[in-house]
C-alpha cells in the first residue's frame, strides 16, 4: 500500500472510531430524553443521522489523510492538523454535551465554536490541499445545520 493510501485509511479509520464513540453518547439519549424534546419542524429523522455521520466522518478522513500525505515535518501540515484534531474533539464532545448531559444550550456553545474551528481548519487544509479543503465542505453545511437545529431545540425547550 502507498503512503498516500496509508495514512487515508488511518485518518478515515480514526474519524470513525471517534463518530462510534460519539454514538455512545448520543444512544443513552435518542430514544427516551430527545423523544420528549420539542424540535422544529426541519428536524429530520432519527435514522438520517447515523448515514449522514458515516459518509461525513469518511470524507472527513479522506482530507486528513490527504494533507497528512503531505509531510507531516511541513509546519503547514501540521498546523492544519492540529486545527483538524482540535476540531474532531468539540466535534465529539458535542454529543457528549448535548445527548449525554442533556445541556442543549452549552451544546450550542460547543457547536458555534466547532463551526469557527472548522472554517479555519479548511482555510489551513486549502493552503495544503484544495481537494481535502472541499472534501470538508459537506460537513461544514452539515455543522450549520445542525447548528441552527440545536438553536431552535434549545429556543423550543
Keep these: 500500500m502507498n503512503k498516500k493510501l496509508t495514512y487515508i485509511v488511518i485518518a478515515v479509520s ?25 424540535k422544529p419542524s426541519f428536524n429530520p429523522p432519527n435514522w438520517i443521522f447515523a448515514p449522514v455521520w458515516t459518509v461525513l466522518y469518511i470524507m472527513m478522513g ?12 511541513h509546519l503547514w501540515v501540521k498546523t492544519a492538523l492540529y486545527h483538524f484534531g ?9 454529543s457528549i454535551v448535548f445527548f449525554g448531559l442533556k445541556e442543549p444550550f452549552w451544546a450550542l ?12 481548519t479548511i ?20 455543522v450549520c445545520f445542525a ?6 431545540i ?3 425547550n
Design 154 to 156: 434549545w429556543e423550543l
Design 62 to 73: 479522506i482530507a486528513a489523510g490527504l494533507v497528512w500525505a503531505k509531510g507531516f515535518h
Design 86 to 94: 482540535f476540531q474532531l474533539m468539540l466535534n465529539a464532545s458535542w
Design 123 to 142: 482555510r489551513w487544509f486549502r493552503i495544503v490541499s484544495n481537494i481535502a479543503a472541499w472534501l470538508l465542505v459537506p460537513y461544514l453545511l452539515w
Design 14 to 38: 480514526v474519524c470513525l472510531v471517534i463518530g462510534f464513540l460519539s454514538g455512545f453518547a448520543t444512544q443513552s439519549s435518542v430514544n427516551d430524553w430527545f423523544v420528549t424534546l420539542n
Design 109 to 120: 456553545v460547543v457547536i458555534i465554536t466547532l463551526l469557527i474551528l472548522l472554517v479555519l
Design 147 to 152: 447548528t441552527a437545529l440545536n438553536y431552535k
